[in-house]
């Protein structure tokens, strides 16, 4: 039957290329591009129930990675809505915050988060839907034409300010965000891949699932990463890329090295077999990245992005894959380094802030004019990553904000992690630092002073917040002092704050 829309989104008409291949590979079996068409197209209509475009009204869901996940997105965009991909790992306040500035109309959700997300969208107003309700009804008649400068996601991302921040891309941002990377990474409809990352993330979300199904390639899509199912579906074969944060190829190690003989050579023969692993989201140490060649002769391509401008930096897929280095601009990105103050664009050899312009570029931050304002400097987005020009290659030295902390492939505010704190009713002032770590990145420590006699371990501490937090954001580490080091102004010094807990660390406190 003929379609009566008259304006395909760009990854539909892809898809439609692809027909009988499979797109998805999950826990219920194989899914074609066809079957995942068709799903889409049901969710599409259900959630239209008889209007002719959502009209990016924001449609929220909690579902595992998997065809499940796919359809629902892709269902919400034919519908003309903008996806808001909740984490599943969110606490119950964090999801509530995201519906709520989102102003969501819907949550969906399948089997495994109904539990969660019935109730919350019972309690908000919001309508709610199973998956397998939603896929269960008719095709659509007819589908929105949905132009491409609309606003496709919202994803929320930790910044400068307390709360979370919702970044808006539009379709044709994440077209941009695609179609560089498959360029620079040489994506077929032959490759196959595997997620384990979560899919509330760029990393996930465009860099391993909407690459993957725009270059009509087959990803596997795993609900959670496990070190051990990684290597034996390496070791399975077929597959030609692998992607993930550093924290994951640290776990890999270890699964590695946990191994027997026999099962060692097994699993670095098959990394081997692949064309292509990348490590991104955080700074890959120089060392897991000479362990890892050690270990299977793969030199892991390290790249750069953030959720507001997907990648934008990146080691060659051809040529010196250089350690320590996030390569060179991307196609179609534009990249320079701005003296903090904005005075001067830099020249090799000076550090500044990465600047970055192009259509990868999202739109705004939600409903948030005045910081989607600040965030750009004569029409670049401002990073807050401070890195060096060298040979032509970028070298990441750090972040502009001590209060933006990254752990297992995490951006994490200080600030909201603080005025989470700062409700506990032992607590009466807090700071929370980061601090380096070879397994996560950075650890969240909390440095507190408590109300007169009161006392507060970190197990109470951690079990209280997990009400409250998602669990990468909670403290592994806590420091009760008499008082928090402040300058003339009053402020927190957090450089000393830092101090004092390596201090206490080396003195065993
Ligand atoms: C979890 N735990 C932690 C942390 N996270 N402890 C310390 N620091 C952390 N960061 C603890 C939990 O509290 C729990 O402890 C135990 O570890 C297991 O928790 P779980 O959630 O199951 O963790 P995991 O499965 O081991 O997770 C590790 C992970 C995950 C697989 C590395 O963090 C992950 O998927 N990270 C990737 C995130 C990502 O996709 N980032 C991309 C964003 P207990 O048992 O006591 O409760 S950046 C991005 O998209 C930009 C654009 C880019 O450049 O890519
Ligand atoms: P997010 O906002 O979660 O998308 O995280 C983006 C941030 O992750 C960037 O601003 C960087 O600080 C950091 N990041 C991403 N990739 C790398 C990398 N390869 N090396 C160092 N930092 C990175």
Redesign the pocket.
């Known amino acids: 039957m003929m379609s009566p829309r008259t304006l395909e989104l760009p990854f539909v008409l892809q898809a439609q290329g692809c027909a009988g291949r499979v797109a998805v590979a999950d826990a219920a079996g194989v899914h074609t591009y066809d079957a995942l068409l068709a799903a889409s197209g049901r969710v599409a209509a259900a959630l239209l129930q008889g209007r002719q475009d959502l009209a990016e009204a924001r449609i929220a869901f909690l579902v595992v990675p998997g065809f499940a996940w796919v359809a629902t997105l892709w269902g919400i965009w034919r519908a003309g809505g903008v996806a808001v991909p909740l984490a599943l790992s969110a606490a119950r306040p964090e999801l509530e915050y995201a519906l709520a500035d989102t102003a969501a109309e819907a949550l969906l959700w399948d089997e495994a988060n109904a539990e969660t997300a019935a109730p919350l969208a019972a309690a908000l107003h919001l309508r709610g839907g199973g998956f397998e309700q939603l896929v269960g009804a008719e095709p659509p008649e007819a589908l929105p034409a949905v132009a491409e400068g609309r606003r496709a996601m919202i994803?929320y991302?930790?910044?400068t300010t307390s709360r979370p921040k919702g970044?808006v891309t539009t379709h044709a941002n994440l077209q941009a965000q695609i179609t560089s990377l498959i360029a620079a990474w040489e994506w077929t409809a032959d490759d196959r891949t595997v997620l384990c990352l979560p899919l509330h993330?760029?990393?996930g979300i465009v860099n391993v699932v909407s690459c993957a199904l725009w270059a009509g390639a087959r990803v596997e899509m795993l609900a959670k990463f496990d070190a051990v199912g990684i290597w034996q579906r390496m070791q399975r074969g077929e597959l030609t890329l692998f992607m993930a944060v550093?924290t994951i190829y640290v776990r890999l190690i270890a699964a590695w090295e946990a191994a027997d003989e026999a099962t060692r050579q097994a699993w670095s023969a098959a990394a081997h077999r692949l064309r292509l692993m990348v490590?991104?989201?955080?700074?890959?140490p120089v060392s897991t990245l000479e362990r890892w060649r050690e270990l299977t002769g793969q030199t892991l391509l390290?790249?750069?992005?953030?959720?507001?401008i997907g990648m934008a930096?990146s080691n060659p897929l051809h040529g010196e894959r250089r350690a320590g280095s996030?390569g060179m601009p991307l196609p179609g990105v534009q990249v320079r380094l701005a003296a903090e103050d904005g005075s001067a664009v830099l020249s090799e050899g000076t550090p500044g802030e990465?600047e970055v312009r192009g259509a990868n570029v999202f739109l705004e931050y939600w409903r948030r004019a005045e910081a989607t304002q600040e965030a750009f400097r004569d029409g670049w987005f401002r990073?807050?990553?401070t890195a060096v020009v060298e040979d032509g290659r970028y070298r990441?030295l750090g972040?502009t904000s001590i209060d933006?902390l990254?752990t297992g492939?995490?951006?994490v505010s200080a600030l909201e992690i603080e005025e989470v704190l700062r409700e506990h009713q032992s607590i009466a002032e807090c700071a929370v630092v980061g601090l380096p770590d070879a397994e996560w990145g950075e650890r969240i420590c909390a440095v507190v002073v408590l109300h007169p006699g009161q006392q507060l371990e970190l197990d109470a501490l951690r079990g209280w917040g997990r009400e409250r937090l998602t669990a990468h954001k909670l403290p592994t580490r806590l420091l009760v002092l008499p008082q928090l080091p402040r300058n003339a102004m009053g402020k927190v010094v957090k450089p000393e704050v830092t101090r004092l807990v390596v201090a206490a660390e080396d003195t065993g406190r």
């Open positions: 994803l991302t930790s910044g970044v993330h760029v990393h550093p490590s991104g989201s955080a700074a890959l390290e790249r750069y992005g953030m959720t507001e930096l996030v990465i990073t807050g990553d990441i972040r933006i990254k492939g995490h951006k």
